[in-house]
């Protein structure tokens, strides 16, 4: 979870939704207050996650690391490369239009080794957009591909 106190508010004014921030060194989970215990655990360690993910990334510089990566491993540098809270089921995507790559934030909490398999998949897609021999060849060029997929396979499972 995080290592931030939690405080909950329960609103008889909210009907549906729920929303949770960090503000001065705390998370704010704000909830309806029909909300059963049950579904309170729930939405609270949901919304808990999303911000602590969210304050990790801040921490991490993507455009930075995506240069790096790019660079290092001689593939074309992104226009644009930002978090997505919004990828549930996939870890990254590109519009190779744009040149801009989308990461998911769920990537914060793991090793970095992953993250950078991540991001020389999705640079790989600015050059080909299919995932066919030539897009294999090109992210085959980063070392740790196979266990990093291996990785996020378990992590999808999971």
């Given at each position: ?28 989970v704000l909830i ?92 790989a897609h600015l ?32």
């Amino acid at each position: 979870m995080t290592d931030l106190p939690v405080d909950v508010i329960r609103s008889a004014r909210r009907k549906r939704t729920s929303q949770a921030y960090a503000t001065r060194g705390r998370v704010r989970v704000l909830i309806p207050a029909h909300l059963s215990a049950s579904e309170e655990a729930a939405v609270v360690a949901e919304l808990v996650q999303k911000v602590t993910r969210k304050l990790a990334s801040e921490t991490i510089d993507l455009e930075s690391r995506a240069r790096e990566v790019a660079q290092k491993y001689s593939l074309r540098a992104p226009t644009q490369v930002l978090w997505s809270d919004r990828q549930n089921s996939r870890w990254g995507s590109c519009s190779p239009e744009s040149g801009t790559i989308r990461i998911s934030s769920r990537l914060t909490g793991m090793p970095e080794w992953v993250l950078d398999w991540v991001l020389v998949h999705e640079l790989a897609h600015l050059e080909v957009a299919h995932h066919g021999v030539e897009f294999k060849k090109l992210v085959s060029r980063y070392e740790l591909a196979e266990r990093a997929e291996g990785y996020l396979i378990a992590k999808s499972e999971g």
